[in-house]
């Protein structure tokens, strides 16, 4: 993987969809929104936490030529406007988020 300490906003898909409908629903043509969760979390984070529920070990390996030369170490947003504007809040955190998506995973794999 390349810089996998560099920090990202991840949002819940779900989050994304209500926030979406409130904005159609709404009075918000041309203007530009934040949909986001307004925390940082490193992408090594993400791929442990997804790690944690598999049966297999997992190696992070760092590859330098995966480094972007230009990498942003922290991005994440506010959402204090489409909050201000329709409402907008995260509902779902993201350890939530991955247990959910790997709960559903595993379902339809046991399914098939």
């Not at 936490?49 to 760092?62: D, F, G």
Request: with cysteine.
């Amino acid at each position: 993987m390349g810089n996998v300490d560099s920090q990202r906003d991840f949002v819940a898909v779900g989050d994304v969809a209500d926030a979406y409908i409130k904005m159609v629903e709404g009075d918000c043509r041309g203007e530009v929104y934040n949909v986001c969760s307004g925390k940082p979390f490193s992408i090594r984070r993400i791929v442990e936490l997804i790690a944690s529920y598999s049966n297999i070990a997992v190696e992070i390996v760092h590859d330098p030529a995966l480094v972007r030369c230009q990498d942003v170490p922290v991005s994440f947003g506010s959402y204090a406007k489409a909050n201000r504007d329709f409402g907008f809040v995260p509902g779902t955190d993201i350890e939530t988020e991955i247990a959910e998506a790997w709960r559903y995973y595993m379902e339809q794999a046991s399914e098939a």
